[in-house]
Nanobody
C-alpha cells in the first residue's frame, strides 16, 4: 500500500508562483521514479513532470521552463516549483510513484492521493 499526500495548492494570480509538495509513504521500497500529474475539469489526467534516479527530469511541453520538479529521497518527498502561472495551469495536481522498466518506461502505481487544487486567476 502506497500513501501519497499532496499539498501546497491554492488560488494564485496569473504570473504568480506556487510550490507543491508530495509526501510518500508505505510500500515504496522499490520506487525509483516520482512524478506530478494534473487534471483539469472535463480533461484527462496528464503527466506534467517526472524525475528518475540520477536526477534526470522530463517535462510536458506546456510547462517546460516554468515548472521544476525535485525530490528529497531521504524524506520520500517530491516537490513541484511552479512559476509564471497561466490560466491553463488550473487543475488538481497529483503525485505518483513508479519504477523504470527494462526499456526505460515508467510503470506508475495505481495509488493516488487526494490531490491539491491549483487555481489561477487573471
Amino acid at each position: 500500500q502506497v500513501q501519497l499526500v499532496e499539498s501546497g495548492g491554492g488560488l494564485v494570480q496569473a504570473g504568480g508562483s506556487l510550490r507543491l509538495s508530495c509526501a510518500a509513504s508505505g510500500a515504496i521500497f522499490s520506487i525509483n521514479a516520482m512524478g506530478w500529474y494534473r487534471q483539469a475539469p472535463g480533461k484527462q489526467r496528464e503527466l506534467v513532470a517526472h524525475i528518475i534516479p540520477g536526477g534526470h527530469t522530463n517535462y510536458a511541453a506546456s510547462v517546460k521552463d516554468r515548472f521544476t520538479i525535485s525530490r528529497d529521497n531521504a524524506k520520500n518527498t517530491l516537490y513541484l516549483q511552479i512559476n509564471s502561472l497561466k490560466a491553463e495551469d488550473t487543475a488538481v495536481y497529483y503525485c505518483n510513484v513508479g519504477v523504470v522498466d527494462y526499456i526505460g518506461r515508467i510503470r506508475w502505481s495505481d495509488y493516488w492521493g487526494q490531490g491539491t487544487q491549483v487555481t489561477v486567476s487573471s
